[in-house]
């Protein structure tokens, strides 16, 4: 079986062979490469120059005609779907050692806690009376959460969904086997979301070096393929931030068209998660990703991999989050506080027990937002699996 760890390394090669050649495209050039775009996928040189804008100080021209580009292509005066995924956090124990994650096992003043199968049921109910229908299951590295484990938690939210169309349960934790993952789709499970952080391999050793499971980048990166193979669909994506950010942008790029060859589907999701200080304490960040930067990328993913959209985060304040947003795009406006119990009220313990700090919504206020700019959000979107990813098969440009 051909694994995303057996190509990599050739990817990687081009990719940096690509970046050390780019130079940011002139107007004419911009113009030239946008009208490109609409006949035909670019190329990953032709997409370093896109993602150029975003390091460039002196390209606000271009970055701004990149904007209204998009906006023209993706996002109508009315119409616009926000695709909805309520994650309820089920395990913040975790053996690994990320240092800009809370749940990191070196953090002795974590409140941690391990939903029982009942506390489950009550998160699941919080979620469903909100008309969540796509849920989320999301555990640290909890050496507790065995197969046998997660299929019981996975069956236990399936059939609270039942099945209703448009519903469906994702998992969110570390890499599992081939054979877990057929456990788990056999119990209802439709897909996974695993953010690769970074496929710099010198940069995710820096990072992830204490971490006993996730250190082990290989097996990590294959782990999207173990569950494409079984049947699932994926979400991936960077951490912005680990790493030099055009770099694990095109990576990532790189990444979804191999899962569109390779498998006939790609991701039906693209990550965009940004590195930021947690519970009021500062990170040394590697690489500062500026705004100009992140959005730049998230444009420049569209463009890229226009089937997938992308998943606007939590982490990021609503104002960027409406700036960016584009028909098709994941949204999610509550997250539980990112922690276990977080949507029963009383059991919050801010900052102390969430992974990372979020900017909770209400959602009044959303949908007034929301509508104002021609986006209404539907939380029954999951049709027949891999059925949405399915489209990325004709975006092989490389
Ligand atoms: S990012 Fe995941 S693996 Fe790393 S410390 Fe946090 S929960 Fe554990």
């Given at each position: 079986m051909t694994t995303f760890s057996t190509v990599c390394p050739e990817k990687n090669s081009e990719v940096r062979r690509i970046l050390g050649r780019v130079r940011c495209p002139s107007l004419r050039r911009l113009e030239e490469l946008l009208a490109q775009s609409r006949a035909e996928p670019l190329g990953l040189p032709e997409l370093a120059e896109l993602f150029e804008i975003g390091a460039s100080t002196e390209a606000s021209t271009q970055f701004e005609m990149l904007r209204s580009f998009v906006r023209e292509q993706w996002r109508g005066v009315d119409g616009n779907r926000l695709r909805y995924v309520a994650p309820i956090y089920v395990s913040s124990f975790c053996v690994d050692a990320c240092p800009y994650?809370?749940?990191?096992?070196l953090r002795k003043e974590t409140v941690r806690r391990r939903l029982t199968i009942d506390e489950l049921d009550?998160?699941?109910?919080?979620?469903?009376?909100?008309?969540?229908?796509?849920?989320?299951?999301?555990?640290?590295?909890?050496?507790?959460?065995?197969?046998?484990?997660?299929?019981?938690?996975?069956?236990?939210?399936?059939?609270?969904?039942?099945?209703?169309?448009?519903?469906?349960?994702?998992?969110?934790?570390?890499?599992?086997?081939?054979?877990?993952?057929?456990?788990?789709?056999?119990?209802?499970?439709?897909?996974?979301?695993?953010?690769?952080?970074?496929?710099d391999e010198d940069a995710y050793a820096r990072w992830h070096a204490a971490s006993p499971r996730k250190r082990e980048f290989r097996a990590r990166m294959d782990n999207q393929d173990r569950a494409l193979a079984a049947g699932l669909d994926v979400a991936t994506g960077a951490l912005f931030g680990l790493a030099e950010f055009r770099y694990d942008a095109l990576m990532q790029v790189?990444?979804?068209?191999?899962?569109?060859?390779?498998?006939?589907?790609?991701?039906?999701?693209?990550?965009?998660?940004?590195?930021?200080?947690?519970?009021?304490?500062?990170?040394?960040?590697?690489?500062?990703?500026?705004?100009?930067?992140?959005?730049?990328?998230?444009?420049?993913?569209?463009?890229?991999?226009p089937a997938a959209g992308r998943w606007l985060q939590t982490r990021e304040t609503f104002e960027l989050n409406l700036r960016n947003m584009l028909d098709g795009d994941v949204f999610t406006y509550r997250c539980g506080d990112v922690q276990p119990g977080g949507y029963g009220a009383a059991a919050v313990v801010p900052l102390r027990g969430g992974?990372?700090?979020?900017?909770?919504?209400?959602?009044?206020?959303?949908?007034?937002e929301l509508a104002a700019r021609g986006f209404r959000i539907d939380y029954e979107w999951m049709s027949g699996a891999g059925a949405w990813a399915a489209a990325l098969q004709s975006v092989s440009g490389s």
């Open positions: 994650c809370n749940f990191s096992a009550a998160e699941i109910g919080a979620v469903m009376a909100r008309d969540a229908r796509v849920i989320e299951l999301v555990f640290a590295t909890d050496p507790e959460f065995d197969a046998a484990e997660l299929v019981r938690y996975i069956a236990r939210t399936v059939d609270a969904l039942g099945d209703q169309e448009g519903s469906g349960v994702l998992l969110c934790t570390e890499y599992l086997s081939s054979e877990t993952y057929r456990e788990l789709s056999e119990a209802g499970l439709r897909g996974i979301v695993q953010w690769d952080e970074t496929l790189a990444r979804a068209r191999y899962f569109a060859e390779e498998y006939g589907r790609g991701p039906f999701v693209l990550g965009t998660a940004r590195l930021k200080p947690i519970g009021g304490r500062e990170l040394r960040l590697e690489t500062c990703v500026s705004d100009r930067a992140y959005e730049t990328a998230l444009m420049v993913y569209k463009i890229a991999v992974q990372f700090g979020v900017n909770e919504l209400e959602r009044d206020f959303v949908d007034r």
